[in-house]
């Protein structure tokens, strides 16, 4: 069945439709003849419905925290829906670290309720077999790697921080779903994403943000940890494909293959900006080792073959080119991130253990 077929006439329902992974799945359905697709959001400091606005009338937006209940029952109710995508979170490792009971309200409360009811209405619904709940997960749930190896579907989960222990939880919650209850869902887990709209918390877009101000590039500890990463456009490609063509049940790693430390990311950026700004060079000089990170994990890389094997998925943007769009991209859209700075995050360090 091709893609156009599948989509065909579904209702989709994106949980945090708003935010920065969830916008691109918003966006690549409307590719689609789907019949409808319903955000819902609770439209929280990382939301930003301007992230949507091209897409007007591919859309209705409710907005809804998932840690209540009785709205996300009348949000089913409402949205009949054939799909759930399961993209909102809470997702900032830092944040997690200040206010882990956000996360645990969000990632774990929030889940709990949406399962029992997708797993309501599809009771109600006499079990359709088009069914499906796509829950979005990370590959920090599995811990942190040596300097060999990748991790896999049967990896052991070894959270360790607030955010991957939520999320760890989170999975477990939609995995028992299916082999309790047969709620037909399927969970994926996938590195660090990047591309524009991004929240400028994450690595990426600091970094860039800080450049052009002239601030100092922190860098937690010597920069050596390991990351895998992938565009964001690359990754909701292979979660529509999980949809279409995975298995109910089943876990699929998505993975790119580019591994990374965060100092040759933050160097790659300064390259970039020196391409840019070359009056300015070089950025480098910026770059600052600050105190690490509690519990920060070493290397994260993942063993996509499985999912591969199953859908003939594959990344198509190259790192390094995506990375020099994005630096170039939050060079062109100043106005959106400083909007950002006044009102919500004025780039301040986040997740310090004070004594």
Known sequence: MSAEQYWKDKRVLVTGGAGFIGAEIVR???????????????????????????????????????????????????????????????????????????????????????????LSFWSEKEKPNQFRFLHISTDEVYGSLGKGGFFSETSSYDPRSPYSASKAASDHLAKAWWHTYGLPTITTNCGNNYGPWQFPEKLIPLMVANAIDGKTLPLYGEGNQIREWIHVTDHVEALLLALQKGDAGETYLIGSGEEKTNLSVVNSICDCMDQIYPERSPFSALIKNVEDRPGHDQRYALDASKFKSKTGWFPKVVFDQGLANTVDWYVRNQPWWRQIQMETYNQERLGIIKE
């Open 28 to 118: 690549q359905l409307s590719f689609f003849s789907v019949r409808e697709t319903v955000v819902l959001d609770k439209l929280t400091y990382a939301a930003d419905l301007g992230r949507l606005a091209s897409l007007e009338g591919c859309y209705s937006l409710k907005k809804v925290a998932l840690e209540d209940s009785s709205a996300v029952k009348d949000a089913f109710r409402d949205s009949q829906p054939d799909i759930v995508i399961h993209a909102a979170a809470e997702s900032h490792v830092d944040r997690s670290i200040d206010g882990p009971g956000d996360f645990v309200q969000s990632n774990i409360v929030g889940t709990f309720n949406l399962l029992q009811t997708a």
